[in-house]
């Protein structure tokens, strides 16, 4: 059976386990949105995700979670509470992944999972330095942290 249609017949049990991690987590954004938005974004997320496994392209991901990344932080979240809900989805799929692919279609199955869900990852991040980086934010002055250093 090929990865797209495995995971999409494990959607609802996917998403279920994906939406308990989330629950878990008790990050304060998702937790005011309630659960039916919540459940709603995992969805969309976990479509796109398969969507590009299946097609082979990210470009419909990408433009997805750089519209999240984007609303996300103008709404305040921090990045590590969008963080949550893609590591949620992640380890509910690698768990179908693991449990129903044979052994010799594993690595390969792997290797599609976890190089559409990094690239996700990854433009999350960079689309959050990147609208952080077009506002100012105090630093801090940590120097007196290393002493013991010739200047």
Known sequence: MELDALLSEAQDAVLDEAYTAVQ???????????EALTRQRLAELFTL????????????????V??????RFEHGFDVSEVQVAFNSLEEAMWR???????????AEAI?????VLG????????AYV????????????LSELFGGTSS
């Open 130 to 141: 990147s609208l952080a980086s077009r506002r100012h934010v105090p630093t801090l002055d």
């Open 66 to 71: 750089e519209a999240v990344a984007e609303d």
């Open 49 to 64: 995700v398969v969507d590009a496994i299946r097609t082979r392209h990210l470009a419909a991901l990408s433009a997805h």
């Open 24 to 34: 878990r987590s008790h990050v304060a954004h998702y937790e005011l949105a309630g």
């Open 111 to 115: 290797g599609l999972l976890s190089t």
């Open 119 to 126: 690239f996700g990852k990854d433009t999350l991040a960079r």
């Open 96 to 106: 179908r992944v693991v449990s129903e692919v044979p052994a010799d279609e594993l």
